[in-house]
């Protein structure tokens, strides 16, 4: 059983910085791809970005691109997402997964497996 505790969430304003972790205990991540995922208020929650845990590479949706750089950390078990230039409709409840041996394209349909409660993220225009 893996717990994932996210972190680093708050209220900034547009154009601001924040960098999220998900830190992640009772298991080792060097065999899961990690994701980055959030809701908005009265929406469905959505794929943010990925990171395999194969080779490191790196998958983002289009309206994150440029902005947000996932990484990870396997000697802390610890997932990031630096969010950079962020704007008001990046406001949501962002939240880390794991995706065991999983590789190639991730998605939200991707076989996600364990999940973490989430951080709250507000942008003010």
């Known amino acids: 059983q893996v717990l994932l505790v996210e972190s680093g969430g708050g209220l900034v304003q547009a154009g601001a910085s924040l960098r999220l972790s998900c830190a992640a205990s009772?298991?080792?991540?060097?065999?899961?791809?990690m994701g980055w995922f959030r809701q908005a208020p009265g929406k469905d929650r959505e794929f943010v970005a990925s990171?395999?845990?194969?080779?490191?590479?790196?998958y983002y949706v289009d309206f994150v691109k440029g902005r947000f750089t996932i990484s990870r950390d396997n000697a802390k078990n610890t997932l990031f997402l630096q969010m950079n230039t962020l704007r008001p409709e990046d406001t949501a409840v962002y939240s880390c997964?794991?995706?065991?041996?999983?590789?190639?394209?991730?998605?939200?349909?991707?076989?996600?497996?364990?999940w973490g409660q989430g951080t709250q993220v507000t942008v003010s225009s």
């Open positions: 990171i395999s845990w194969i080779d490191g590479s790196t």
């Open positions: 009772g298991g080792t991540l060097s065999s899961y791809t």
């Open positions: 997964a794991t995706c065991y041996y999983c590789s190639g394209s991730m998605s939200s349909h991707s076989p996600w497996d364990y």
